[in-house]
């Protein structure tokens, strides 16, 4: 496991934390509109172009490796190891940041009021560390779009494509993050720390799989 990225995304997250009681209502105010009651994002149509791409982001994560699996059947040996690799960190990567931790266990539990119900709804507002657990249904921490973002370019990096596995990384979260702002469905430390999650998640993932679970014999 890369330690050095691990001990950087722990402070980002720590930073974040600290941030987050002068930053996370400040930030949330500014795409939103009182005369017209309603956040920027609710009103554009390129905000709703990419928060449904998301969706469309989701699956293909979910066929495409599983289309190169089968592809690479009569390839060689070397080639289906790399290939078999890939696809076993992305499913779990997949099925364990953004799917398990951030979309289950925090974000349907923690009880965060989204930022647009608490500036036009009336809702308390909450830091990011306070759970509300007797409020299932407010669940903006953490963001479950982001951590689908931070996420795009993770099959590359594995496939070793590092430049293109890190930019796709950033501009998943960059892009992504950016229409949650200013939809008013998430606060600035909800943004971060989905993408935190996600790649901390990851890295553990890989260290576990290349070395406890790549050591069969491919045939």
Known sequence: MKIKLVV????????TLGLSPLLDQQLAIVPYTLLSNKFYGETHLWVKIIYYGVNLSTALLIVIPLVILVRSRHDSLEQKKLVRRMVLISYLSLAIGP????????????GRARPYQVI?????FSLPWQPHFNRPADNSFPSGHVSIGAFIGIPFLVARRRKLGVALCALGFVS???VRWLQGGHYFSDIILAAIIVWLSTLLI???VDRYMLNRKIS
Do not use: C, Q, S
Request: net charge neutral; charged share 15%.
């Open 8 to 15: 950087t995304l722990v402070i980002a997250a720590l930073i």
């Open 120 to 124: 036009r709804d009336g809702h308390p």
């Open 206 to 208: 890989i260290y576990v």
């Open 99 to 110: 799917g398990l931790l951030v979309n289950t266990l925090f974000k349907e539990n923690w």
């Open 176 to 178: 992504v993050g950016i």
